[in-house]
């Protein structure tokens, strides 16, 4: 029993080297699909602002070209941002290393201010109520759920607590400071509305953070099965045919020896 807890920890601890070797390759997997969806927006926003400039002039109350010079700004920061970080990681891929966890939970606090830069930027131009439901709330339920490539439970949940309280700060300052001149719906303006939508975005970087454990746990069962395979198969490999080597695989048998009495 001794033995087999001891086997089961060094297939442990080599999974978890292994594992460590892969986050940053993930990470920069993570990293490339934010930097293909901020300029896809950016794409999507200049044709849009080309096309048809009047409906952007009228809702955004005449500040079009304020805004379009903000956003490309902003857009051009977070992709250089995105850029630095990715060439940071592609440096801890090359020396076969993980990066320090201040270099994790600095980027994951961040990326996760990035929607709020945005929020800020949209609440410039426009009643910061209804900038509370702009575009760039969007941003937070797909940087946390993106966070599970990083492959880390703890990041996963300060990704969602990070996004869920940047939120409910941002919706405690507006709904404080809203303009008794605006008319917005009450339902809008209710503090206790916004305290819910922080709520969900912290629950989901719970539900992502759980859904890495799973990947990790399934990952560790598949690993563990391929070194008990690659162990009876040199165990028995020289000594049986491959029909009986196949079929003790299949059965995972137990290498234990086993004595019967015939009568």
């Given at each position: 029993?001794?033995?087999?807890?001891?086997?089961?920890?060094?297939?442990?601890?080599?999974?978890?080297?292994?594992?460590?070797?892969?986050?940053?390759?993930?990470?920069?997997?993570?990293?490339?699909?934010?930097?293909?969806?901020?300029?896809?927006?950016?794409?999507?926003?200049?044709?849009?602002?080309?096309?048809?400039?009047?409906?952007?002039q009228n809702t955004l109350r005449g500040n079009f070209r304020s805004f379009f010079m903000r956003f490309i700004v902003i857009v051009s920061v977070v992709?250089?941002?995105?850029?630095?970080?990715?060439?940071?990681?592609?440096?801890?891929?090359?020396?076969?290393?993980?990066?320090?966890?201040?270099f994790l939970y600095l980027s994951a606090f961040v990326e996760t201010?990035?929607?709020?830069?945005?929020?800020?930027?949209?609440?410039?131009?426009?009643?910061?109520i209804y900038a509370l439901f702009a575009p760039p709330l969007l941003a937070y339920?797909?940087?946390?759920?993106?966070?599970?490539?990083?492959?880390?439970?703890?990041?996963?949940?300060?990704?969602?607590?990070?996004?869920?309280?940047?939120?409910?700060l941002l919706a405690i300052f507006y709904t404080m400071w809203q303009s008794p001149a605006v008319t917005v719906e009450p339902m809008?303006?209710?503090?206790?509305?916004?305290?819910?939508?922080?709520?969900?975005?912290?629950?989901?970087?719970?539900?992502?953070?759980?859904?890495?454990?799973?990947?990790?746990?399934?990952l560790f069962n598949s690993f563990q099965a391929m070194k008990e395979r690659d162990r009876i198969s040199r165990t028995f490999g020289e000594h049986v045919s491959p029909s009986v080597m196949e079929k003790l695989l299949e059965q995972k048998a137990d290498l234990r020896s086993e004595k019967k009495m015939f009568v």
């Amino acid at each position: 029993m001794f033995r087999k807890r001891q086997n089961l920890k060094s297939t442990s601890e080599i999974f978890e080297d292994e594992l460590t070797l892969e986050m940053p390759r993930s990470n920069k997997l993570r990293i490339n699909i934010l930097i293909v969806v901020f300029v896809f927006q950016l794409v999507f926003f200049l044709s849009l602002s080309f096309l048809s400039p009047e409906q952007y002039q009228n809702t955004l109350r005449g500040n079009f070209r304020s805004f379009f010079m903000r956003f490309i700004v902003i857009v051009s920061v977070v992709l250089f941002c995105l850029a630095t970080e990715r060439a940071v990681i592609n440096h801890f891929i090359k020396i076969r290393k993980n990066s320090g966890a201040w270099f994790l939970y600095l980027s994951a606090f961040v990326e996760t201010s990035i929607p709020t830069i945005g929020i800020v930027s949209v609440a410039s131009v426009i009643s910061p109520i209804y900038a509370l439901f702009a575009p760039p709330l969007l941003a937070y339920p797909l940087i946390i759920v993106l966070s599970a490539l990083r492959l880390n439970f703890r990041l996963c949940i300060f990704t969602g607590a990070a996004a869920s309280t940047e939120y409910i700060l941002l919706a405690i300052f507006y709904t404080m400071w809203q303009s008794p001149a605006v008319t917005v719906e009450p339902m809008l303006s209710e503090t206790v509305h916004h305290f819910v939508k922080g709520l969900m975005l912290f629950i989901t970087g719970i539900v992502t953070g759980f859904v890495t454990l799973q990947i990790k746990g399934r990952l560790f069962n598949s690993f563990q099965a391929m070194k008990e395979r690659d162990r009876i198969s040199r165990t028995f490999g020289e000594h049986v045919s491959p029909s009986v080597m196949e079929k003790l695989l299949e059965q995972k048998a137990d290498l234990r020896s086993e004595k019967k009495m015939f009568v």
